[in-house]
């Protein structure tokens, strides 16, 4: 799933994807998936996994696509799987490829705009244009742009062509990730969102009380383990991660979930920093792209664009013996 994009965000309103003051996101359109072999799977028309076959468009500032960065690298398929980076600022024109300091251009189809890489994969395409996007180059078309799907097709898919080892959707524990990602994402990965575009009251103090009785059962959670699912590191960690890493910079004032810091989490503040100190996780993380994305793109939230200076946030400070790698 992707962030949603200025045409439901931007000067034209909120309309679109809100009712009643509360916030809907709609649905993800391209749901195909890459396998080994290319047999369908699920239902899901199926996509064969080769180097060089499939290109990754991405935002920095995005947590959804930030997942897949993640997950591609833990993997090991940067050799495989290339990426583009678009523009933080999200404007009229949605996600652009300007350049600037971090943006990739599109050495695939040398687009200008995300949105021309929808039209091309299907000229009549009306939906949302949102990050991330599995191009593949063999047919001209998107895979997918579902983040939680094209996470689970880097951690398996590629695995025969030299991937890194690691399991992060392991069989036997499937039951209680699926459990603990309906929650996150219902109420935190997306209760944020919730909160921040909310235009009622009540909306948005319900949005917030969702938020951190996450949080809290979260803190309580990670306060007796290392890792949200069994003894090591699960897609769910990564799914939580891309939000807990902006909760503060972002999500605390732009968004008005401001309850509580995540400083004030000691358990969640150390296991994000745990994840943050990760050598494959912290060359994903883009502070800048982050805090110019939200605090510029969304006019109807920050008239003036200005970008805070702060919170200061030392990611790097030393991590108590339960959450060290």
């Not at 931007?10 to 009643?20: E, F, K, N, P, Q």
């Not at 696509?65 to 600022?89: C, E, F, P, Q």
């Not at 992060?168 to 921040?196: C, F, H, M, Q």
Request: charged fraction near 20%; include cysteine; hydrophobic fraction near 40%.
């Amino acid at each position: 799933m992707g962030e949603l994009i200025g045409g439901h965000w931007r000067r034209t309103g909120l309309d679109a994807v809100l009712s009643d003051g509360a916030l809907r996101r709609p649905p993800s359109v391209f749901r195909d998936w890459v396998t080994a072999d290319g047999s369908a799977a699920g239902g899901a028309r199926g996509f064969k996994a080769e180097p060089g076959r499939y290109h990754l468009y991405v935002s920095l500032a995005c947590p959804w696509a930030h997942r897949t960065l993640i997950m591609r690298n833990l993997k090991g398929l940067g050799g495989l799987i290339d990426v583009s980076v678009v523009h933080w600022l999200m404007g009229e024109d949605g996600w652009t490829f300007e350049p600037g300091p971090g943006v990739v251009p599109d050495t695939v189809n040398h687009a200008a705009t995300l949105r021309e890489i929808y039209t091309l994969a299907d000229p009549q395409c009306t939906s949302r244009v949102t990050v991330p996007v599995l191009w593949d180059r063999v047919e001209g078309a998107i895979v997918s742009n579902e983040s939680a799907d094209i996470v689970r097709m880097f951690n398996s898919a590629f695995d025969h062509l030299g991937a890194k080892a690691g399991d992060y959707y392991p069989s036997r524990e499937r039951p209680e990730i699926d459990a603990v990602n309906a929650r996150i994402y219902e109420t935190l990965n997306n209760g944020v969102y919730k909160a921040g575009f909310a235009t009622a009251q009540g909306a948005y103090e319900q949005a917030v009380a969702g938020v951190f009785d996450t949080l809290d059962w979260l803190e309580d959670r990670l306060s007796r383990r290392r890792f949200l699912v069994g003894d090591a590191l699960t897609e769910a960690d990564i799914r939580l991660f891309t939000t807990l890493v902006r909760f503060d910079p972002v999500y605390y004032g732009h968004f008005k979930c401001n309850r509580r810091p995540l400083t004030e989490f000691p358990a969640l503040w150390g296991y994000t920093r745990t994840l943050y100190q990760h050598p494959d996780i912290r060359p994903t993380v883009s502070f800048p792209h982050i805090k110019r994305h939200y605090y510029m793109s969304h006019p109807l939230l920050n008239p003036s664009g200005v970008v805070p200076v702060g919170p200061e946030r030392d990611f790097d400070a030393p991590i108590g013996r339960l959450h060290a790698l």
